[in-house]
């Protein structure tokens, strides 16, 4: 059964940088977009950043540009996204999923969700 798991969370100091990682197992996602989405207490999914399955094309949410960076290994059947300049409002749960829909940022077009991996950034 595939299965996605998210790793490289943790506790950081505003400003600070975090690489979270996304390993598939059970399946090879070569030929389909991988996303990032985010969870915060009381809040639904956000829209992080995604990549095609090539890694060519590169979709951010507003909050992201410029700080983070998506990236995959298609070698590794695994997706990335670098942080940078963390901001204790990017604190939340991180989630990577599978793009199966049209759209690049709508969380009804992913599925295949991963547990998801914490973030917390300090002030």
């Known amino acids: 059964q595939a299965q996605l798991v998210e790793s490289g969370g943790g506790l950081v100091q505003a400003g600070g940088s975090l690489r979270l990682s996304c390993a598939a197992s059970g399946r090879t996602f070569s030929r389909y977009g991988l996303g990032w989405f985010r969870q915060s207490p009381g809040k639904g999914r956000e829209f992080v950043a995604a990549?095609?399955?090539?890694?060519?094309?590169?979709n951010y949410a507003d909050s992201a540009k410029g700080r983070f960076t998506i990236s995959r290994d298609a070698g590794k059947n695994a997706v990335y996204l670098q942080m940078n300049s963390l901001k204790p409002e990017d604190t939340a749960v991180y989630l990577c999923?599978?793009?199966?829909?049209?759209?690049?940022?709508?969380?009804?077009?992913?599925?295949?969700w991963g547990r998801g991996t914490q973030v917390t950034v300090s002030a």
């Open positions: 999923a599978v793009r199966y829909g049209p759209s690049w940022y709508k969380e009804s077009d992913f599925g295949s």
């Open positions: 990549v095609d399955a090539d890694g060519g094309y590169t």
